[in-house]
């Protein structure tokens, strides 16, 4: 029932903030999707504890029905996996910490965000230091030497770990993916009666991303309620698929646009509900530009949680289509870049920066554009990064 740690052959860049956190709270919580690697990584960084997975039907059950003598077994702390499934256990963890005052005694991992952080939040609070851990960074891949070649290989793979070390088909993975993580997840949270129009729905998803979120309109193409729409999005969201990047709140005396815009926590997911089936698919599809957002927006959003920075990311939009595609707000400064996916960097790419910075001043730094091509380099208006160094 309980299993021995295994070594994680890609270092993950989180690992040191989990550690830090391990000595000043009792209890450390990793959230994020399935399949991201937070088992392996606890079982790496924590090979000493015990591990108790709560997916196993044997150990949920004795979690649930006698929680004080499951965690009686763990002298010295475990790792508890999935502990969203039994929540009665979190204000027995809570009763362990306080009477024993040990840091680091239990690591809690569990994929349904708002379940977990909700139970947390009700009986942990400062007991408990959180973290997301998102699937691979590019660094991390390129440390590891398991970039892909080409951009639009990487798009298409995505960054799952399991399609790193295993022989598998990225396509043949994701639609497993979906069909055992994802549905079945989204089918316990909430009631849909009808799987064809949630799969239809999340196909609708992937074909906005990047873009505006419109509710009604994308209620209406999938057939439903715009409250079912409403509901399934924050379903979505909770179980980390997706993301809603809200606009930034400064207006510098414009209009601004106020809905968020639709984004996946993974890009090869994405590509695969929009039914791209190789990396030359990618090339010549209509929605790269938006792809290519998706990928770089979650790497700085991978770094914000992984070096615990307290940055927020948003994008700015006025009413006249001034935009900004990603906003890095620092809290006394901002930062704003510009994501293009052509691999010739030119003049008009810096446009919306030279705008942009006219109007907020002295709150913006420099800015940066993020595409598709090879070299970095430093401009009067900005630097530009390649997709590889990011």
């Known amino acids: 029932m309980y299993k021995k740690m295994q070594q994680l052959v890609i270092k993950r860049e989180i690992e040191k903030q989990v550690l830090q956190a391990c000595g000043g709270y009792p209890v450390v919580s990793i959230t994020g999707p399935r399949q991201s690697g937070k088992t392996t990584l606890c079982r790496t960084i924590f090979p000493a504890k015990p591990y108790a997975s709560l997916e196993d039907p044997e150990t949920l059950a004795f979690a649930l029905n006698d929680p004080r003598r499951f965690l009686s077994q763990f002298d010295e702390g475990a790792v508890l996996d999935e502990v969203q499934r039994a929540p009665e256990l979190f204000s027995y963890i809570q009763g362990i910490v306080d009477r024993e005052n040990k840091m680091g005694q239990y690591i809690l991992t569990g994929s349904a965000q ?38 639009d290989e990487l798009i298409y793979n995505g960054l799952y770990p399991p399609l790193y070390d295993r022989l598998i088909e990225p396509r043949h993975w994701y639609a497993d993916y979906i069909r055992t993580y994802v549905e079945r997840d989204v089918r316990q949270l909430t009631a849909v009666e009808n799987l064809s129009t949630f799969q239809t729905f999340l196909g609708l998803c992937a074909g906005r991303i990047g873009n505006i979120l419109d509710l009604t309109s994308l209620a209406n193409d999938a057939g439903i309620a715009p409250n079912t729409a409403k509901t399934w999005l924050s379903i979505l ?84 289509g001034l935009e900004v595609d990603l906003i890095i707000d620092h809290g006394l400064k901002i930062t704003p870049i510009e994501i293009k996916s052509g691999a010739t960097v030119t003049s008009s790419y810096f446009d919306s920066l030279k705008k942009f910075n006219a109007l907020a001043g002295k709150e913006c730094n420099l800015g940066i554009v993020v595409y598709g091509g090879e070299v970095n380099q430093s401009r009067s208006w900005g630097d530009t990064v390649s997709w590889r160094d990011l």
């Open 237 to 320: 969201e909770a179980s980390y698929v997706i993301y809603l990047l809200r606009p930034h709140h400064k207006n510098f005396s414009k209009r601004l646009i106020k809905r968020p815009k639709i984004y996946f926590n993974d890009v090869g997911l994405a590509a695969r509900l929009l039914g791209i089936k190789s990396p030359e698919e990618v090339t010549n599809h209509y929605l790269r530009g938006g792809l290519f957002e998706c990928l770089v927006i979650n790497e700085y959003r991978k770094h914000g949680f992984n070096e615990r920075s307290g940055d927020h990311f948003f994008f700015w939009r006025d009413h006249k």
């Open 114 to 151: 708002f379940l977990l952080d909700n139970r947390i939040t009700q009986t942990l609070a400062g007991r408990v230091s959180i973290f997301e851990l998102l699937p691979f960074t590019i660094r991390e891949l390129r440390n590891a030497n398991q970039m892909p070649d080409r951009l």
